[in-house]
């Protein structure tokens, strides 16, 4: 199987399954917006309706855009700055479907967005016959064979076949690293680095070489337990993912890019480097589980989807750009069309917001039609600027983290 085929039934399994409750708190701190199972919204994506209109790597509705290939990999707030956007398009095919349209409460929205996330962190399936190329020029093959044939300065790799997600081949990777640079130095042969997707490649060509019939996969990593690995296995200690840890690395949450192998890639690329600073620390080069290494990967993955804080003062400009103010008071000053947002209860925390927009979406396209206000677009970060500035203005009540930083700014 492949690894989207494997993703979507994965994907399909939880989704028709009865599961349990939403894995979100309506209160979001960094570690509350990482997601136990970033499957777990699939379940809603169903559920509300969305795979109607909508396909995962083609499979699903076409009335709608397929939101596979990395399409929504961006933070929270912004995807739900998109939806948003399309909302009055999506509106219209579902009236001409006669559906009803999906409400959310806050919990479901976050765990739908990080599923709609998370669909990007899929590498595509590797490809055998690059696999054996770069088997044989990345030096593999002098030192491991494969069917009987190679070098045997290291094991077979033949046992390897059996596995069909590359996230095993990435953790045996990274604890055999340094002994393999060892030897590799003493024979002078050149470290191979991994780019793309060349370890699913390989891990193709071993499985067609290796012959297993046996088929092992891998959960979805939990970034959750991803957060407390990172400071187990002491990753803190030189990385920051935001203020706090170490200042020794790059800053995590900056510098990673790409799906789940890329990370893994950079891990095993950027390897000798680390255990230098190990060395000098006296830290021991962790070993990594299979699980361990997919749920890191995983919560670095995530690091991106938590929104940088959102910026007040910038949020005022959105909010007067897009015309809120037409309709809605803040602290009573403003229209009265519309609620004062400054003071309606359950408008406390970002996510609050964005599933209240959401809900209210239909009732507000109308009015602004009959008032000439024109439909407002959100771009990167506006969304985010836009929660800052209207939570700033609820003085005494819970603020989350993000916006409160952002107000002193
Ligand atoms: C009845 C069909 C329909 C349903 C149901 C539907 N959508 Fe859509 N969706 C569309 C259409 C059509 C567009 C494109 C609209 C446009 O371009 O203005 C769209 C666009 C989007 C976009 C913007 C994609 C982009 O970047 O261009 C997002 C995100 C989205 N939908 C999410 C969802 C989610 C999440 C659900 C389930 C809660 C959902 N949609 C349910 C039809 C639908
Ligand atoms: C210079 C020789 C050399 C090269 C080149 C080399 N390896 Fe290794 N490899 C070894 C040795 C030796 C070990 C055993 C290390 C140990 O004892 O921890 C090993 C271990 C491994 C393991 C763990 C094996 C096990 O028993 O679980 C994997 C997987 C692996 N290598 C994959 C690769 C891949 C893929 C490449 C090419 C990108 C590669 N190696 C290149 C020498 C090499
Ligand atoms: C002793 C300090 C130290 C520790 C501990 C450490 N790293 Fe690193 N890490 C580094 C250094 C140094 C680099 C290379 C930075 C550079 O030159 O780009 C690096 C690079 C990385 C990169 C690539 C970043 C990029 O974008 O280039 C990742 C990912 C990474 N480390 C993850 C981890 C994880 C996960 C752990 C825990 C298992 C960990 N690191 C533990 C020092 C450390
Ligand atoms: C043309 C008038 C109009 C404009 C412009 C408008 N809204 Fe609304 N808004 C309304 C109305 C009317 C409702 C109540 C809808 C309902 O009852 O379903 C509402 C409801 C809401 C709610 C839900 C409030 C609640 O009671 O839970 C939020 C949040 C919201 N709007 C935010 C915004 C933001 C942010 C903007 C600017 C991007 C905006 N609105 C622009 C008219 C408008």
């Not at 699939?42 to 559920?47: A, D, K, M, Q, V």
């Not at 699913?200 to 060509?205: F, G, K, R, T, Y």
């Not at 060395?279 to 991106?304: N, W």
Request: aromatic share 8%; net charge positive; charged share 20%.
């Amino acid at each position: 199987m492949t690894t989207k085929l494997l993703f979507i039934a994965l994907a399909l399994v939880v989704a028709f399954s009865p599961g349990p409750e939403p894995a979100f708190a309506a209160d979001e701190t960094l570690s509350l917006l990482l997601p136990a199972n970033p499957l777990e919204g699939s379940r809603l994506f169903t559920g509300k309706g969305c795979l109607r209109c909508h396909a995962i790597y083609g499979v699903g509705g076409v009335a709608g855009p397929d939101f596979g290939q990395g399409m929504l990999k961006r933070s929270l707030l912004d995807i739900a700055g998109v939806m948003w956007n399309h909302s009055p398009g999506m509106a219209h095919v579902i009236q001409e479907q006669r559906a009803a349209r999906p409400e959310f409460k806050p919990a479901e929205m976050a765990s739908l967005l990080s599923f709609l996330y998370y669909v990007g962190s899929l590498d595509p399936p590797g490809d055998a016959t690059t696999g054996a190329r770069l088997f044989r020029e990345k030096g593999c093959q002098g030192c491991h064979s494969l069917a009987g044939k190679g070098g045997d300065v290291g094991p077979k790799l033949d046992k390897y076949s059996r596995y069909a997600s590359p996230i095993y081949l990435t953790a045996s990777l990274w604890n055999h690293a340094k002994a393999m640079a060892g030897i590799m130095e003493a024979l002078e042969i050149p470290r191979p680095t991994f780019e793309r997707n060349d370890i699913a490649d390989l891990l193709a060509h071993i499985r067609t070489a290796g012959g297993s019939i046996e088929r092992l996969y891998v959960q979805p990593g939990n970034p959750r337990r991803g957060e407390k690995l990172f400071s187990e296995k002491r990753c803190a200690q030189c990385h920051s993912v935001d203020d706090r840890g170490g200042r020794a690395a790059p800053n995590l949450r900056m510098s990673v890019k790409g799906s789940l192998l890329r990370i893994a890639g950079v891990m095993w690329n950027q390897a000798p480097k680390m255990w230098k600073g190990m060395a000098e620390r006296g830290i021991k080069v962790p070993s990594l589980t299979t699980e361990e290494m997919s749920d890191l990967v995983s919560y670095l993955y995530f690091l991106q989807f938590v929104d940088a804080p959102g910026n007040a003062a910038r949020g005022q400009v959105v909010y007067r750009e897009k015309r809120c103010g037409a309709c809605h008071a803040l602290q009573g000053t403003g229209g009265a069309l519309g609620a004062d947002l400054a003071k309606v209860e359950k408008l406390q925390t970002a996510l609050e917001v964005v599933a209240e927009m959401w809900n209210h979406a239909s009732t507000m396209e109308q009015k602004m039609l009959e008032q000439s206000v024109e439909w407002p677009v959100f771009k990167g970060g506006e969304m985010a600027d836009l929660i800052a500035y209207l939570l700033s203005l609820r003085k005494g009540s819970a603020q989350p983290a993000a916006a409160k930083g952002s107000a002193q700014k």
